[in-house]
């Protein structure tokens, strides 16, 4: 078998600091945490045959599996989502590592990969509402999919960016375009940055918010911790779906 690299060189190759360093281009439990974990992976995985496309879907399976370990009743469900969504962090950053270093970049691969995270967040928050409605339908299960539906608006809203962008034939946005022109816009985002409430409609964040809701379901009974926190994630999710749209148009990201 070929001897793994060297973990510096590795790192050299598959974490370039250029995206690390970029303000959208890096979770921040990647930074803080999953970059350390993901690397000793990847040195052992660049020694086999899997491909990245391969690790990817394996990606997307753990992200959609997240939202359905929430149908499970209590904080079993909760505590697998938390843990499932982990999983579905690491395999993103392992994927585009091992794409890297062996050189196997594709297009499939940005796709399914873009697809997963859309998936992924759209499933936990579908599995939230499923959890609030206690295994019923109604109105809550339709709160988790109008929730669902917001946070796939936001992402896509940002990525249609880079469709506009290209079908223009622009380079891609840098970090100084996403700027509003507005000073008006401009100060509203910077007071929304500063309590960063808009990272909780993230997978990662969205199913810590929902495992604090399961302990506090678990020590009054019934779920209704769990319904406020999905009221809540839809509250700043459709908050944000406007807010988001504004920053954008009012930005130079489509000039």
């Not at 990969?113 to 339908?137: H, Q, V």
């Amino acid at each position: 078998m070929v001897a793994a690299p060297v973990l510096e060189e590795l790192r050299e190759v598959c974490q370039p600091r250029a995206k690390l360093a970029s303000r959208n281009g890096e979770h921040w439990a990647g930074r803080l945490y999953m970059r350390r974990i993901s690397l000793r992976l990847t040195r052992q995985l660049v020694r086999t045959p899997v491909t990245p496309d391969q690790l990817t879907w394996t990606m997307v399976v753990c992200g959609v599996a997240s939202g359905a370990a929430l149908m499970i009743p209590g904080p079993t469900g909760a505590v697998l989502a938390v843990l499932l969504m982990q999983l579905f962090l690491l395999f993103d950053c392992v994927d585009g590592e091992v794409a890297r270093w062996k050189g196997q970049n594709s297009a499939t691969g940005i796709y399914v990969d873009r697809l997963g995270a859309y998936l992924a967040d759209a499933a936990l928050l579908a599995g939230a509402g499923f959890r609030a409605a206690e295994s019923g339908l109604g109105g809550w299960l339709s709160l988790g999919i109008a929730t669902a539906l917001g946070v796939v608006l936001l992402k896509a809203s940002t990525d249609l960016v880079d469709v506009a962008r290209a079908r223009r034939g622009l380079a891609v946005a840098d970090d100084e375009s996403t700027r509003p022109r507005s000073q008006g816009v401009a100060t509203v985002r910077r007071v929304a940055a500063a309590f960063r409430i808009h990272r909780v409609t993230n997978g990662i964040e969205a199913s810590l918010v929902l495992l604090a809701a399961a302990v506090a379901d678990l020590a009054v009974g019934g779920v209704e911790a769990t319904r406020w926190a999905l009221a809540g994630l839809a509250a700043i999710t459709w908050l944000m779906v406007p807010a988001h749209l504004l920053s954008i148009l009012s930005s130079s990201r489509l000039r």
